[in-house]
């Protein structure tokens, strides 16, 4: 345990450096812009987690945590309350993306490589749609006040009961919201001059020699 916890605390503090913490109020920015766009131009998409995408690429999984959690936490307060639980959701996708980047999934050589984003993006989805399908129906009743309310609404409409109806417009919206996001955060990442990525970036994104 003291082993585990050790390698817990070196980690964050490697990943913790003075560009991190420079990169985490840009990167809830980004959440929170791209979130606030698609919500006011009812869009039934969400784009808010391109920033704890971003982060988790650049800085790690731990930071990227940190920027998830504080998007929802800003966003529950300049936007609506029901946003604050979702964090968890947040913080998921975080650990998730910064596992792939760990694993090299972001270092693109050629074209076919561009499938492995596609791959964390549908890896991403799965994983919000698991952590969020129980807060959406358990707290908000399967509305959240959001544009993807729109689809929730549709396969309650159609017949579906609310729990079909919540995970069947997760199915369509998540993986699309999610790859997006994965990509965009990848363009991002890769526009970030070397020399002011940390040192977990430098690594995430460095080409094979």
């Known amino acids: 345990m003291a082993g585990e916890s050790s390698s817990i605390g070196e980690r964050a503090s490697e990943q913790f450096t003075t560009l991190a913490w420079v990169l985490i109020p840009v990167a809830v920015g980004i959440n929170v812009v791209g979130g606030t766009l698609t919500n006011v131009l009812r869009i039934p998409i969400y784009l808010d987690v391109i920033g704890t995408i971003l982060l988790a690429i650049l800085a790690g999984p731990l930071v990227g945590v940190v920027g998830g959690v504080l998007t929802n936490l800003v966003l529950g307060v300049t936007r609506s309350p029901t946003i604050i639980p979702f964090a968890v959701v947040n913080a998921a996708i975080a650990l998730v993306a910064g596992y792939f980047a760990m694993r090299g999934w972001f270092r693109i050589h050629e074209g076919r490589d561009y499938l492995k984003l596609a791959g964390v993006g549908v890896c991403v989805a799965l994983v919000s749609i698991v ?79």
């Open 131 to 209: 952590v969020s399908l129980p807060i959406v129906v358990t707290l908000f009743g399967g509305l959240t006040g959001t544009a993807p309310d729109i689809v929730v609404g549709a396969f309650l409409a159609a017949g579906f009961d609310l729990v079909p109806a919540v995970l069947a417009s997760q199915l369509v919206i998540e993986p699309i919201d999610k790859i997006s996001s994965v990509v965009i955060a990848y363009f991002i990442a890769k526009s970030v001059p070397e020399r002011y990525r940390p040192s977990f970036g430098q690594r995430a994104l460095a080409r094979d020699r």
